[in-house]
């Protein structure tokens, strides 16, 4: 290690000195923009290249909204996947049955509803969910959150595959597509920038929130919430309305993932304590303390499992063709886990969080 630092001293000095960290990563962002906004036009780019890009996007939104939840505000919750899917499934709901009032005489059916409409709907839906959530247990400790959480998840879980004949059960709820063009490619493309147009929106909403008085709050009780409240911060209040907050953006990225952008249709299984387990993954790699290292700890971690689906290498476990081949495709997921508990073991920062640290930080007089 020491020897690596020796190497790279000198470069890291070359480029104080003629670049500048924060221009590099500025230089690096633009990039990086440009890329993502040309990818659908890259030749030789298949659909399904383009839906595992939409995958990430979305998952980076929750990863993103997690670490915004736990690593700046440290309220640990199991909840997330669960606010996702009330706000896919309400959106669902909406566009198939339309809204019967007859208390107040309210009938709309569910032609007259745009999915735009749907899916707002579908995030407050997840937003209220979250609100008396929020209230119940908020005042809790850390555990019993996290604790109270996984019964709420598991419960809707349940709920959802037993309401077979509204939900769908096991087979799942089909929601309308948000854009339906004749050309295959285009339609994709389309969903493409809608995803990804979602990414920015709510990653600047959350940067400025994270990055704003409010965020200083979050910090202040996440380090000691007795000692925040003693300083004047409504501990109960801000507790809540960050939960509000992540459990509406989850609920808008679900009812926008799956109204056929990313996903044909919405399950229970996305409820399963594995599916939030690997939010909480995705995030802990990139780093739990930035949002935008948590999201792309996410996208990163998503194309890679799925590109190494296809991938084979001359040595390891698995007999094939009367040779000795490691099939990465079948044990993704293990190396996956090895490379999340190296992380907790040796980068508890994550693998990311400390790159955007480096780019963030001013040159000394001493480099």
């Known amino acids: 290690m020491k020897a690596l630092n020796r190497l790279w001293q000198p470069i890291e000095s070359s480029i104080d000195r003629r670049i500048g960290r924060q221009r590099l990563g500025t230089a690096l962002m633009v990039l990086l923009l440009i890329y993502f906004v040309a990818f659908p036009f890259i030749p030789d780019q298949s659909n399904y290249v383009k839906s595992i890009y939409i995958s990430g996007f979305f998952y980076a939104i929750l990863a993103a909204s997690w670490a915004l939840l736990a690593g700046i505000a440290g309220q640990f919750s199991f909840g997330h996947m669960a606010f996702m899917a009330i706000g896919a499934y309400s959106a669902g709901l909406l566009s198939q049955y339309g809204i019967q009032l007859a208390f107040l005489k309210i009938a709309v059916e569910p032609e007259a509803i745009p999915p735009v409409v749907t899916i707002v709907l579908g995030a407050l839906a997840a937003g209220l969910a979250g609100l008396v959530i929020g209230w119940l247990c908020l005042r809790l400790r850390a555990a019993y959150l996290a604790l109270f959480t996984i019964a709420f998840s598991e419960l809707l879980r349940i709920v959802l595959l037993t309401e077979f004949d509204i939900t769908g059960g096991n087979n799942?709820?089909?929601l309308p597509r948000l854009v339906d063009l004749d050309n295959v490619g285009a339609t994709r493309n389309a969903n493409y920038y809608i995803?990804?147009?979602l990414l920015l929106g709510s990653m600047f909403l959350m940067s400025q929130m994270a990055n704003s008085r409010i965020g200083l709050f979050l910090r202040a009780m996440r380090e000691d919430d007795e000692a925040a409240s003693a300083l004047g911060v409504d501990v109960t209040r801000y507790k809540v309305f960050i939960f509000v907050v992540t459990s509406m953006v989850v609920g808008l990225a679900g009812g926008v993932y799956y109204h056929n952008v990313g996903a044909e249709r919405i399950t229970p299984e996305t409820l399963e304590v594995l599916q939030m387990a690997l939010i909480i993954a995705y995030a802990v790699i990139g780093g739990m303390e930035s949002l935008w290292a948590a999201?792309?700890?996410?996208?990163?971690?998503?194309?890679?499992?799925?590109?190494?689906?296809?991938?084979?290498?001359p040595f390891g476990l698995t007999l094939a063709d009367g040779s000795t081949v490691f099939e990465p495709g079948a044990w993704r997921f293990a190396l996956f886990g090895l490379v999340l508990m190296l992380t907790l073991r040796f980068a508890r920062n994550g693998l990311l969080f400390p790159v955007l640290q480096w780019f963030r930080k001013r040159a000394t007089n001493n480099e």
């Open 195 to 197: 995803m990804f147009a």
């Open 295 to 313: 999201a792309a700890g996410a996208f990163l971690s998503r194309y890679l499992l799925e590109a190494m689906r296809s991938i084979a290498l």
């Open 172 to 174: 799942g709820l089909s």
